[in-house]
């Protein structure tokens, strides 16, 4: 039987790890190809030094590559010759226009629609794999039944990722669940059968859930949305933990072991980033608006000012500690992606808090062992009016006593396991006194640090002196 031929429209951080896994485990059951328009993106999957770090997806990309996975920048050649098509391409927050500031810009997944009607002329299965807001299966279906051939048909289906980065090809191998969502139709049915059978290769069927394409697109949004929602519920509570004798820590602890609750995401930390949360949030925020649903979009927009007001909170913290005056002062930070085991820095809190510093003239030299210095710089400038005083303020270093060496402070961003290794006498010794260490990730071993002398600030806990 000859394989299926798939194509996915992006080679992002979605598209490349999931193909690549599909074909480890589809073997020669499938063809698959992963076409983008950005030739730099492309060259760098096809070489030694992949475009995203994830760990074990070096290994996947090498075994699958040039046998049954290829990475294209031949967009149309690659739809015209699948069954399947992913579209798993950006979907940011809009910057302007109607629903500015909450409202998912789906410009390109239009555009994927009109390329797909363009150069399609076989009956094709168009999957979702974007995080989309609900109803754009719809907006989907409209663009390519009006733009398509004579005598072509296509299926649309939900297929939302659920990975966390760091984690991602783990999440891959083993999915909690697999989410399929398709019109209840014989035609839909089928659909959902045929990507079901792409994903049984290596997925229990039980684990294969499927529903019609609106419980599958908002099915999505909520699981990021309630897994934000635990987050800043610890971190508030981390608050007032701080003003009194708690620690975040066990509390978290306590009420994790209730069976209920469970301990997952109940880690307290300067906040949450990443290019899903607060998206997925501001989605639901736009959708219970457009729907008239003022209360239901004013509770899930406060997720979004509590993690807001935990970044700015930590930032003053360092401000009143450093005797309320950082011009001058060199600040340490470890760490920029939004959490270990990747480069992304997508909404990381790192940004925010050195953009409050910034804002103070403190000089950053900042030490990150996967973010490359041209997009930590590109972050902070984007978030900075004055992008000269980035230049004159910020440094990015590769070793990390280099970056701890002379500092006022230390700002721990990402928990980096590294971290936890360094030789703190050695880096206390090179500081001037008294020598703070600002804990944001809870990471580090605070008595040692104590013992040592340095003064120790920890997010959800209070040291007495």
Not at 166 to 193: C, F, M, Q, S, Y
Not at 412 to 435: G, H, I, N, Q, S
Not at 456 to 465: H, N, P, S, Y
Request: proline fraction near 4%; charged fraction near 25%; glycine fraction near 8%.
């Amino acid at each position: 039987m000859a394989p299926t031929k798939i194509c996915c429209i992006g080679a992002g951080y979605v598209g490349g790890p999931t193909c690549s896994v599909m074909a480890l485990k589809g073997k020669e059951n499938v063809h698959i190809t992963v076409v983008d328009i950005n030739e730099e993106r492309i060259a760098a999957w096809n070489s030694d030094e992949l475009p995203i770090y994830e760990p074990g997806l070096d290994e996947i990309v090498k075994e699958c590559r040039g046998k049954n996975l290829f990475f294209s920048t031949d967009v149309g050649g690659a739809i015209a010759a699948a069954e399947l098509v992913f579209v798993s391409v950006n979907t940011p927050t809009k910057t302007y226009g109607l629903g500015k500031g909450s409202a998912a810009d789906v410009k390109y997944i239009e555009l994927c629609a009109r390329k797909i009607a363009e150069v399609s002329t076989t009956n094709k299965i168009i999957i979702e794999k974007s995080t989309v807001p609900s109803g754009t299966a719809q907006v989907l279906k409209a663009i390519l039944s009006v733009n398509c051939a004579a005598g072509v048909d296509f299926q649309i289906l939900s297929n939302p990722e659920f990975l966390a980065e760091g984690t991602a090809v783990k999440d891959l191998l083993n999915p909690d669940r697999v989410l399929i969502g398709g019109d209840p139709t014989p035609e839909g049915d089928a659909a959902v059968a045929k990507l079901s059978q792409m994903y049984e290769f290596w997925v229990p069927k039980e684990n294969i859930v499927t529903t019609n394409t609106w419980s599958s697109e908002l099915s999505k949004l909520a699981a990021n949305a309630f897994l934000a929602q635990r987050v800043s519920s610890i971190n508030a509570l981390s608050a007032i933990c701080e003003a009194t004798g708690a620690d975040v820590g066990e509390l978290a602890n306590a009420i994790g072991k209730d069976s209920r609750i469970g301990p997952k995401f109940l880690n307290a930390s300067v906040g949450f980033g990443g290019s899903c949360f607060q998206k997925d949030i501001l989605n639901m925020v736009y959708l219970a608006e457009s729907l008239n649903l003022r209360e239901v979009a004013d509770y899930w927009r406060q997720v979004i000012v509590m993690n807001d007001w935990q970044e700015r909170r930590f930032s003053t913290r360092v401000i009143k500690q450093l005797f309320n005056t950082l011009a001058g002062k060199k600040i340490a930070v470890l760490g920029f992606a939004f959490k270990k085991d990747t480069g992304d820095t997508r909404e990381s809190p790192a940004i925010y808090v050195c953009q409050h510093l910034l804002e103070e003239d403190a000089g950053l030299t900042i030490y990150d062992p996967k973010v490359k210095e041209a997009q930590m710089f590109k972050d902070i400038k984007d978030v900075c009016p004055d992008p000269a005083k980035v230049d004159r303020l910020v440094k990015r270093v590769t070793d990390p006593y280099e970056a701890m060496n002379g500092a006022h402070a230390i700002i721990v961003l990402t928990e980096w396991d590294e971290f936890r290794t360094y030789d703190y006498k050695r880096v206390y010794e090179a500081m001037p006194k008294p020598a703070f260490i600002f804990d944001g990730r809870r990471c580090l071993d605070h008595a040692a640090l104590k013992e040592i002398g340095f003064q120790v600030e920890v997010i959800g806990k209070k040291f007495e002196d």
